[in-house]
Structure formats: C-alpha cells, structure tokens
C-alpha cells in the first residue's frame, strides 16, 4: 500500500519518462507462456522489441498487438537468424481479478500471439508489477526497443509506427 501511494503521489516527479539511454533491467516475470523469454542478458547481440499490454487494454488490442504481429512478419527472417527478439510483458496494475493468469492464456491463444509472454510479477499487497516499475512505463500499451548491447533505445506509449521501425532498422544495420 505504501509504494502505490507514494508512486500516485511521487511518480510524475521522479521523471517518470522511461528510461532511454539506460541499461535494460532484467525483467521479474512469475510465469512465461509460449516459451521461456530467458533474460534481457540471454539476448545481448539481439535487438529486443518487448510491448509491455494488458489483455483487457483497448489500446494494446487495437495498436501494439497488431503492431507486434506486423513487425514479427516484416523481421521474420531477421528473427529466424538470431539478430531480433519479439517479448510481451503482461503489466496488470489494475483489474487484477479479471486479468488472471489463466485469462492471459485464453488471450494470447485467440490473439495468436506466439512469441514469449511474460506474466509481470507482483509483490504482495501492491499493484503495481515490477518490471513496470522498473521499465518506469507510463502504463499500456508502452513499446520498448533494447539495442544489442542491452541499452533501452527507444520507449513510447504514443508513437508513429515508422519512428519504432526506423529504430528497429538503425539497430539491426549496426554492428554487434
């Protein structure tokens, strides 16, 4: 209760911006679906594009799921050879009764998502996830692009889709 209350009160002064610039911190996930999306260190020499959704989000269904299987078909091959990694973060701050673990199952099969899914983790008595916390999102959906040496590039809520691709495309033309 304490760290809700101080993060409605405090969050908008701590900077709360994202963090581009700045290492990637590892993500604390209670369960991956689909497969094991490993460490952020597991995929250094891979760019990382992780969209952090809730599945009851009209925004996630509407722009960054679709965007991520967009992306997956555009850099598939890129994807096939190990240069680039899709995530999704589950980040459930609100509506944690509805957006259980078994609803995220039934989700992410309907939607056909197929890359790894993280059920963010949550500390008890608190509702805010911790890779939220860490990744300081401004709530989902919230897209993150992380180079291949782990140093978040790009981060946004409210974007163009060319801005995340120019990104995507700077990083994979650069050199491990």
């Excluded at 996930?29 to 460490?39: F, K, P, Q, R």
């Excluded at 990382?48 to 850099?75: A, R």
Aim: glycine share 8%.
């Amino acid at each position: 209760m304490k760290l809700t209350l101080f993060l409605a009160l405090f969050w908008p002064a701590l900077g709360h911006a994202g963090i581009v610039g700045q290492k990637a911190p590892g993500w604390q996930i209670a369960e991956w679906l689909n497969s094991d999306g490993g460490t952020v260190a597991d995929h250094k020499g891979k760019v990382v594009v992780i969209d952090f959704f809730q599945l009851w989000c009209p925004g996630c269904n509407n722009f960054s799921i679709p965007l991520m299987h967009t992306w997956e078909k555009k850099y598939e091959k890129q994807a096939l050879a190990g240069e680039i990694l899709f995530v999704s973060i589950h980040t459930v701050f609100e509506g944690h009764k509805y957006q259980t673990p078994e609803m995220l199952k039934n989700f992410i099969k309907n939607k056909n998502i197929t890359h790894p899914v993280g059920n963010d983790l949550h500390v008890e008595g608190h509702h805010i996830p911790l890779t939220m916390l860490n990744y300081r999102t401004r709530g989902t959906p919230e897209i993150a692009i992380v180079d291949r040496n782990g140093i978040v590039r790009f981060q946004d809520n409210i974007f163009d889709p060319a801005s995340g691709e120019a990104v995507i495309n700077q990083l994979l033309a650069e050199s491990r």
